[in-house]
C-alpha cells in the first residue's frame, strides 16, 4: 500500500532531551515535508526537501534539523526540545514539489508533547 | 496578517444539505490553489488542485472554484454525508526570493448532522 509512515505517532518528552521523528515513504517521491499544526495557527511548513542531499528551510524551522540521506527517509531531529515546540507533526511527500500539480500525501501525524 | 482568510470557522448542517466554503486570498500572483480534507487526528487528504488561469474543478461532490478578480476561492460540497465532517484547508503557492512559500488557511471545521 502506497503510504507515508512516521514514528512514533505519539511522544511526551522533557526539555533538552534530543530526539528523531522518522518519516518514510514507499512512492518513489522526491519531494517530502515537515509541518506542524498548532491550534488557531494552522498548518505551517518547517523543512522541505526536493530531492536526496537537498533540503531548505520553511516557515518554522528554527530548533529543528533534517537530513535526506536516502529518497525513502526525512527524519525531523530535535536537538534540544523546548516547551514551545509541543505540537501535531506532519511528514509529506510527493512526486515533485509544489509547483507542479502532483498530489501531497501526509502521513498520519506525531503528537509531540514536551514538558 | 494571514493572507489566507478562511469562512466560516465552522459550519453545522443537515445530511443531505449542500454547502460552501471560501477562502479569501490576498497574496498574488500565485502558482496553485490547494483544497485539503482533513479528518480529526488524521493527515490532510488533497481534494483539488488549480492553476491560478483555472476557474473549476471537481473531485466527485467536491467542486472547487476560483475566481482571480475577486481573490476568492470556494469549496462547494454537495449532497453531503456524514464523512464530510472534517476540517478543510485552503492552500496557496506563491514565489519568493528563496524558492516558494505555502500559505495556508487555518480552516473551516464542517459538523454533518444526521
Redo the contacts between chains.
Keep these: 500500500e502506497a503510504q507515508v509512515t512516521q514514528n512514533p505517532r505519539y511522544l511526551i518528552t522533557v526539555t533538552g532531551k534530543k530526539l528523531t521523528v522518522t518519516c518514510s515513504q514507499n512512492m518513489n517521491h522526491e519531494y517530502m515535508s515537515w509541518y506542524r499544526q498548532d491550534p488557531g495557527l494552522g498548518l505551517r511548513q518547517i523543512y522541505y526537501s526536493m530531492n536526496v542531499e537537498v533540503t531548505d528551510k520553511g516557515d518554522v524551522p528554527e530548533g529543528y534539523k533534517v537530513s535526506r540521506k536516502e529518497k525513502r527517509n526525512f527524519p525531523l531531529i530535535l536537538e534540544s526540545p523546548s516547551p514551545n515546540q509541543t505540537s501535531l507533526y506532519f511528514c509529506a511527500s510527493s512526486f515533485t514539489g509544489p509547483y507542479s500539480y502532483n498530489e501531497q500525501f501526509f502521513g498520519p501525524g506525531t503528537r509531540l508533547t514536551v514538558l | 496578517k494571514n493572507q489566507v482568510e478562511q469562512s466560516p470557522q465552522s459550519l453545522i448542517i443537515l445530511e443531505g444539505k449542500n454547502c460552501t466554503l471560501q477562502c479569501n486570498y490576498t497574496v498574488s500572483p500565485f ?2 490553489l ?1 483544497w485539503y480534507k482533513q479528518d480529526t ?6 481534494l483539488t ?1 488549480m ?1 491560478f488561469s483555472e476557474n473549476t474543478k471537481s473531485n466527485g461532490r467536491y467542486t472547487a472554484t476560483l475566481d482571480a478578480d475577486t481573490k476568492q476561492s470556494s469549496l462547494h460540497i454537495t449532497a453531503s454525508q456524514l464523512s464530510d465532517s472534517a476540517s478543510y ?1 485552503c ?1 496557496l ?1 506563491t514565489g519568493r526570493d ?5 500559505n ?4 473551516t471545521s464542517l459538523l454533518v448532522t444526521p
Design positions: 502558482s496553485n490547494r487526528g488524521r493527515g490532510p487528504v488533497s488542485i492553476t484547508i492552500v503557492l528563496s524558492g516558494y512559500a505555502l495556508f488557511g487555518k480552516g
